[in-house]
């Protein structure tokens, strides 16, 4: 039943990213707080909701990015199986496998991002999509990869009490 | 008798001897010697004031310490409440002046009926500039209505729900907006970028185009209504081997700082996609 603190939480970090981190630029591009957020739960070893919450986010961000919605959450599925795979390889390090996932995850949304313009017939050039969006996205992601992961495992302590994985 | 006498005679003598030293001492015959006498009473009276000052702080000074830091809260605390006073007394000030301008702005171009609307959020993909604004169908917001600053266009309503839309930016790289360049009296297509540049494009290359050309909206295509101002030319690339030349676009608005736009609700863009032909 906590699993439900998905929808306040999401539509909470979605007004923010949309009305606070899309105003902190860094050159053309700005960090992606669903993207980690959703990265550092599905990184959480004892989270088996990781796939309903992708869901969630995906459904928040379609309904109000301009972005096709299969893009969105598709992006935002490969950041889940990105992060389950990794999950039970590096378990060890999990800041290791948060940085991999971010920095995997990021590159794919962008990527699939650059496609769905294409695909509409609004090809950006792909120098400067990399120079001034993805590459400054991503180092802003890497920046707030840490903290929300921190914030993540003490909310899936909350959400699934006792059953820490050590 | 003997005794009495010579005790006046004491008296008398002591009397006169006093006398005669002071009378000396008012004309100034023993200025040197009062001077030291009384430099010594200054200086021991000093050293006495000084001790007696410094006891006194002693003891009277914790008390003033205790009294003054209290009065530095109080006067600290103040002046945090005044200083947010002032940051919201200048937040205030300055919607107030955006507004001023916008009011003028449909004060002085009264063919079109405006509706205000604040800037709540942007896309949350970076390779879109699209803004959300809190107007919706509920305030008569379509899709396709010119949204605009004081300073000129920013964009058009992409999406409406009931109390939001969104709009594209004129620095979307999906815009693509007809524009007529005022100086060179020519036509050209303005397009956007996904690091927010804006460049003109199809310009003639038998145009004069300078830098510092206005460009306002031409009207073609219905998308827009004319002359709306858009920014100016701030460079120009003309090549023999291109049929049109490229320019570099300044635009009027500064689209970091979007807060308060306008909505032109009477206009009503038109679909000439029919019109246009289809190859066979």
Redesign the interface.
């Given at each position: 039943m906590r699993n439900l603190i998905a929808f306040p939480l999401i539509a909470l970090a979605?007004?923010f990213?949309?009305?606070v981190i899309?105003?902190i630029?860094l050159?053309?591009?700005?960090a992606?707080l669903?993207l980690i957020l959703l990265a550092g739960w599905a990184l959480q070893p004892q989270v088996r909701s990781a796939w309903h919450w992708a869901f969630v986010v995906a459904l928040f961000?379609g309904y109000?990015?301009?972005?096709p919605w299969p893009v969105t959450a598709l992006g935002y599925f490969a950041v889940v199986f990105v992060a389950q795979m990794l999950q039970r390889r590096i378990w060890q390090a999990p800041l290791l496998a948060m940085f991999t996932v971010t920095f995997v995850g990021t590159m794919v949304m962008?990527l699939l991002?650059?496609a769905a313009?294409f695909v509409?017939?609004?090809p950006?050039?792909l120098g400067?999509?990399l120079g001034?969006?993805t590459l400054p996205?991503l180092l802003l992601n890497l920046l707030f990869a840490i903290p929300m992961y921190t914030f993540m495992r003490d909310l899936a302590r909350w959400v699934y009490p006792g059953e820490e994985v050590e | 008798m003997k005794d009495l006498f010579s005790r006046s005679l004491q008296t008398t003598i002591i009397f006169l001897i006093v006398g005669g030293i002071l009378a000396l001492a008012l004309g100034g015959f023993f200025s040197s010697a009062s001077n030291q006498f009384t430099g010594s009473l200054v200086n021991a009276q000093t050293w006495i004031s000084t001790r007696v000052q410094a006891l006194q702080d002693f003891f009277t000074a914790p008390r003033d310490i205790a009294s003054l830091r209290a009065r530095n809260a109080e006067l600290q605390a103040e002046v945090s409440q005044l200083q947010a006073q002032v940051i919201d007394l200048q937040q205030r000030v300055n919607e107030t002046e955006v507004l001023r301008a916008l009011v003028d702005f449909s004060r002085s171009n009264p063919e079109s009926t405006y509706r205000a609307a604040a800037v709540i959020g942007r896309d949350p993909s970076p390779f879109l500039h699209y803004v959300v604004i809190n107007r919706g169908s509920n305030d008569g917001i379509r899709r396709g209505m010119p949204v605009v600053t004081n300073q000129g266009l920013i964009g058009r309503i992409d999406a409406v729900i009931a109390d939001a839309a969104r709009v594209q930016l004129i620095t979307d790289p999906a815009a693509s907006i007809n524009v007529h360049l005022q100086n060179a009296n020519t036509d050209a297509v303005l397009i956007g970028s996904v690091t927010g540049d804006v460049t003109l494009d199809m310009i003639s290359q038998d145009a004069t185009v300078e830098p510092g050309d206005l460009i306002l909206t031409s009207g073609l295509g219905g998308g827009y209504p004319s002359n709306l101002i858009i920014g100016q030319v701030v460079s120009v690339r003309s090549l023999d081997v291109e049929l049109f030349q490229q320019a570099v676009v300044q635009p009027a608005v500064d689209f970091a700082r979007l807060e308060i736009v306008l909505v032109i609700t009477n206009f009503r863009p038109v679909d000439i996609s029919p019109l246009v032909p289809t190859t066979p």
């Open positions: 979605v007004i990213q949309s009305a899309s105003r630029t050159l053309s591009g700005y992606d669903l961000v109000l990015t301009k972005l962008h991002s650059y313009l509409a017939g609004s950006v050039p400067d999509a001034f969006v996205s | -």
